[in-house]
């Protein structure tokens, strides 16, 4: 069973960089799939982020590409976002996924549990 | 930007069925996906290509697509459906994923 775990900081202050992992288990990302970031404003909806393939290989929403780094790390079974220069706009609960593709568009089967990451001073 | 347009809320009875739609002008060349969300949770995916079923989603869940709209429908409403729900598909180059405006589910 794929299991997907994020951590990091909970607050991070305007202006500065946020940071989370994803720990993967149940699966070695050097096996292949994209795997990717979705976030969700509270009480609003969902927004990918963008996504990565175990060579490192990334593509990003456009309208967050300027301030997205996404990064794997095939040794200890792990990826990571780098967000920078948040606003409280950022503020949301951030989710890692394993992405799939059939048929030309991709999905999200297996989902971490979020972790909320709020930007204030 | 691309948009996936979803009625923002339905409600419906215990035992009756629910329609959710999603609008979007790439949808008749794309698939369509489906995810149930209940409150504090990950989000589940219900539905994949258009009307495929994951292993351990209840049947009652279906999916269907008729032009430039996708329906996903849950027959026979448990109270457990009470979730929000979204579609998602691509943007119109096919390139990236895009979430639906998100469905509330209200069951009376």
């Known amino acids: 069973q794929v299991q997907l775990q994020e951590s990091g900081p909970g607050l991070v202050k305007p202006s500065e960089t946020l940071s989370l992992t994803c720990a993967v288990s149940g699966y070695s990302i050097s096996s292949g799939y994209y795997w990717g970031w979705i976030r969700q404003p509270p009480g609003k909806g969902l927004e990918w982020i963008g996504s990565i393939y175990h060579s490192g290989s990334t593509y990003y929403n456009p309208s967050l590409k300027s301030r997205v780094t996404i990064s794997v790390d095939t040794s200890k079974n792990q990826f990571s976002l780098k967000l920078s220069s948040v606003t409280a706009a950022d503020t949301a609960v951030y989710y890692c996924?394993?992405?799939?593709?059939?048929?030309?568009?991709?999905?999200?089967?297996?989902w971490g549990q979020g972790t909320l990451v709020t930007v204030s001073s | 930007s691309y948009e996936l347009t979803q009625p923002p809320s339905v409600s419906v009875s215990p035992g009756q069925t629910a329609r959710i739609t999603c609008s979007g002008d790439?949808?008749?060349?794309?698939?369509a996906y489906w995810y149930q969300q209940k409150p504090g949770q990950a989000p589940v995916l219900v539905i994949y290509?258009?009307?495929e079923r994951p292993s351990g989603i209840p049947e009652r869940f279906s999916g269907s697509s008729s032009g430039t709209t996708v329906t996903l429908t849950i027959s026979g409403v448990q109270a457990e459906d009470e979730a929000d729900y979204y579609c998602?598909?691509?943007?119109?180059?096919?390139?990236?994923?895009?979430f639906g405006t998100g469905t509330k589910v209200t069951v009376l």
């Open positions: 290509k258009d009307s």
């Open positions: 998602q598909s691509a943007d119109s180059s096919g390139t990236y994923p895009v």
């Open positions: 790439a949808l008749p060349k794309q698939y």
């Open positions: 996924a394993r992405v799939r593709n059939d048929g030309g568009v991709v999905y999200f089967d297996y």
